[in-house]
């Protein structure tokens, strides 16, 4: 309780000091300006016991060491922008960045964020979902938080999570890619509350690439979803690639957890 009047206290703060320049980021020799509340998450934390905290630290990191001018980078669940931003800015003027974001609320705040930072070159925010199939689905909603998702169950944690059911469509990763003639993505970042085995079926070319790949993993999801661990590691086997915890030196073992990967290729 007390913990909470004071994150409310200093975000009042923060809205009043930062309402028209936004709160400024300072990262890999770069000043970034964020909506107040929406900020990434200091790297300081990397070693936070908190997994959320840590695993955002840690992306964060690796994002803004392996990123450089002239770089075409994708944000496949981009919603607020916090690691958008990051990735126009090391991508440079020379560089390409997609942000895909379809839920409407996060990607208004997306939209505010990057009109806080007019000296990067703009994203091409999407509004597509990424899946293995173009189409469309039902996206599940809560005002535009983290957790908006194409399963309820990755939403809907107890009674009184209620969302809004949306309408967006679907394309695959591969098929974006090749009708934009875009070059090969340098960096790939996934973070889509349970989608991410069906998104990377959907791109099974950039696996085959040279792209590296950072993704979220929400096994809890996969259920409603239809996948499982089998599959993931179908896949990266099938692209010469291995699955390893971004905070960890060992493989992803038998048993999936929630965390971030990367998908490395085997030297």
């Not at 909470?4 to 970034?32: C, D």
């Not at 060491?65 to 669940?77: C, K, Q, W």
Request: hydrophobic share 40%; net charge positive; aromatic share 8%.
């Amino acid at each position: 309780m007390i913990a909470n009047y004071r994150h409310q206290l200093v975000l009042g703060l923060k809205k009043a000091l930062y309402k028209r320049s936004g709160e400024p980021y300072r990262i890999a020799g770069h000043t970034l300006r964020y909506m107040p509340g929406t900020r990434p998450v200091r790297l300081r934390y990397i070693h936070s016991r908190n997994g959320d905290v840590r695993y955002d630290a840690l992306r964060l990191a690796w994002l803004s060491t392996h990123l450089t001018e002239g770089d075409t980078a994708v944000d496949i669940g981009a919603h607020w922008g916090a690691f958008s931003v990051l990735m126009a800015a090391k991508c440079g003027q020379t560089g390409h960045v997609v942000a895909f974001e379809p839920d409407p609320c996060a990607r208004a705040v997306l939209a505010n964020n990057l009109n806080l930072n007019p000296g990067i070159k703009r994203p091409v925010v999407e509004a597509y979902a990424c899946s293995d199939e173009i189409g469309e689905a039902t996206l599940f909603s809560r005002g535009g938080n983290a957790q908006s998702s194409l399963v309820r169950s990755a939403v809907e944690f107890s009674p009184k999570h209620k969302s809004e059911e949306l309408r967006v469509l679907l394309t695959t990763l591969d098929f974006y890619l090749s009708e934009r003639h875009l070059p090969e993505p340098r960096c790939v970042k996934i973070d889509a509350e349970g989608a991410e085995i069906r998104i990377l079926k959907g791109a099974k070319k950039v696996l085959s690439s040279n792209a590296e790949l950072v993704c979220g993993l929400h096994p809890y999801a996969w259920p409603e979803f239809g996948n499982t661990l089998a599959e993931l590691k179908d896949l990266a086997a099938a692209a010469g690639r291995r699955i390893r915890y971004l905070d960890q030196d060992a493989g992803i073992g038998d048993e999936a957890k929630y965390g971030t990967v990367l998908l490395e290729r085997y030297p």
